[in-house]
């Protein structure tokens, strides 16, 4: 089983600012790799998927990066909006499907 | 547009079966795959299993095995997850969500509570 693993646990970030948020595979996913965020009370939604391809109706505030085991969420401007928790998610190998534990994004 | 609307929350005792389903609309039903996920209270996200869209075969998280079933009705495009042996931990948020191409999850249930208690 793939296991992925989140960094930070918890990041502060003032609006307008640019926000990092990190993940690593266990081993080589390729660009097998999925960005949600979920906010509270709500389901997760997709925001990246292909390591770096933003989803339908994502703002292009929003970018993905890397391959193989590192791969980076960025958010650029942030938002009010974007404050919520993120996690990473491999489809390279599976079953099963694995995903990392998030990051919160929390307001500085 | 896709659209995923799940049953709402049930209250079970421990020992106890649920079915949750979820019924989808705005695409060709047997297209695309059903997952369910999990999400126990202030924690992560768990797979838990997923439905085919072509035939309904079904692929299950080894730690579910033997405990999960998750059946669909083509006829009216719903999905269904039936947990049984319910303990205090299956306590959670559980979500439908769409496959892409069995890759990634492109559109999710609002999610459906299930509660374990004595």
């Known amino acids: 089983e793939i296991v992925m693993t989140q960094s930070p646990a918890t990041v502060s970030v003032s609006p307008g600012e640019r926000a990092t948020l990190s993940c690593r595979a266990s081993q080589s996913v390729g660009s097998n790799l999925a960005w949600y965020q979920q906010k509270p009370g709500q389901a997760p939604r997709l925001l990246i998927h292909?390591?770096?391809t933003r989803a339908t109706g994502i703002p292009t505030r929003f970018s993905g990066s890397g391959s193989g085991t590192e791969f980076t969420l960025t958010i650029n401007s942030l938002q009010s909006e974007d404050f919520a928790v993120y996690y990473c998610?491999?489809?390279?190998?599976?079953?099963?499907?694995?995903f990392g534990q998030g990051t919160k994004l929390e307001i500085k | 547009q896709v659209q995923l609307v799940q049953s709402g929350t049930e209250v079970k005792k421990p020992g106890a079966s649920v079915k949750v389903s979820c019924k989808a609309s705005?695409?060709?039903?047997?297209?695309?795959?059903i997952n369910w996920v999990r999400q126990a209270p202030g924690q992560g996200l768990e797979w838990m299993g997923l439905i085919s869209g072509q035939k309904g075969n079904t692929n299950y998280a080894q730690r579910f095995q033997g405990r999960v079933t998750m059946t669909r009705d083509t006829s009216t495009g719903t999905a269904y997850m039936e947990l049984r042996g319910l303990r205090s931990d299956d306590t959670a948020i559980y979500y439908c969500a769409r496959a892409y191409f069995d890759w990634f999850f492109d559109s999710w249930g609002q999610g459906s509570p299930v509660i374990v208690s004595s």
């Open positions: 705005g695409y060709t039903f047997t297209n695309f795959g």
């Open positions: 292909g390591a770096s």
């Open positions: 998610q491999q489809y390279h190998d599976w079953p099963p499907y694995t």
